[in-house]
């Protein structure tokens, strides 16, 4: 009885020590800015983070979400929950209360404040992937391009672990044509386009584009001129796939895809 008892007990606490090393908590609205320039800043830029509560460091994955730079709200993609990562949702300020430009600069400043605090949340800033949909993959290809964001952070883009766009814009982000009275429908290349960045020392990219006859406004074909370029200028690792079926709403079947590119990455690291 007494070994019955013993084992029991025992396997009571590995039971418990396995569920404390995968048990996730998720923390909401943390600020990102320290000196928000306005009320604005300060109420937007704010993140989420789920995170393991225990356990080594995990890699990073920040999401920027959609909404054309004028709308949406951070999220955490439930699909990307408790699958060995810290996820963080990152939300952002609004054109046309502010320029593009703005935008940008708080995506940079959220890789910066999780570069820095990463250890808190049992995340490795060796790790970090940065990923979003539609204007959310816009950003993250921006300031991995356009390596002067992350500069003015103290912080050099190409430590980035990698970068997985959703229907990203690679031509000039339509708000920021708007800004300067140009048609959505006229395409424009200017220092508010990833392809104007294109270089070949650049992390890892993927970039994942929705069904080419479905997406919105030759979306597919600016991502494959995107990858075209980046494997012209002799990038290591520049990845396009085009989800078929799918239209610009190609979230859910792109996850799967991101998470085992990230996997890729990670053992290709090591």
Not at 190 to 199: G, I, K, M, S, T
Not at 204 to 212: A, F, N, Q
Not at 213 to 238: C, F, Q, S, T, W
Request: charged share 25%.
């Amino acid at each position: 009885m007494r070994v019955i008892i013993l084992f029991i007990t025992a396997l009571g606490s590995i039971v418990s020590l396995y569920a404390q090393e995968n048990a996730y908590k998720t923390l909401e609205n943390i600020a990102y800015v320290s000196a928000p320039e306005s009320d604005y800043q300060r109420d937007q830029c704010k993140m989420d983070i789920h995170y393991p509560s225990a356990g080594g460091k995990k890699p990073i994955i920040l999401w920027f979400h959609g909404g054309g730079l004028t709308g949406g709200r951070k999220e955490i993609p439930s699909f990307l929950k408790e699958k060995g990562f810290v996820i963080v949702g990152v939300g952002y300020r609004f054109a046309p209360q502010v320029k593009v430009d703005d935008i940008i600069k708080d995506a940079a400043k959220a890789v910066s404040f999780i570069v820095k605090n990463a250890d808190k949340y049992h995340g490795d800033n060796q790790q970090i992937f940065v990923s979003g949909h539609s204007a959310g993959g816009y950003l993250a290809l921006m300031i991995a391009l356009n390596k002067q964001y992350l500069q003015q952070e103290n912080y050099d883009a190409d430590k980035l672990a990698g970068i997985i766009s959703f229907s990203g814009q690679a031509v000039t982000h339509f708000t920021a044509r708007k800004e300067k009275g140009i048609d959505e429908k006229q395409p424009t290349i200017d220092e508010f386009a990833p392809l104007y960045w294109v270089r070949k020392d650049a992390p890892p990219i993927v970039l994942l584009s929705g069904d080419r006859e479905l997406e919105l406004l030759g979306r597919y074909e600016e991502n494959a001129y995107l990858k075209r370029m980046l494997d012209i200028v002799g990038h290591p690792y520049v990845k396009l796939v085009e989800l078929g079926g799918y239209n610009h709403d190609m979230v859910y079947p792109g996850l799967p895809v991101m998470l085992n590119e990230v996997q890729h990455l990670l053992k290709a690291k090591k």
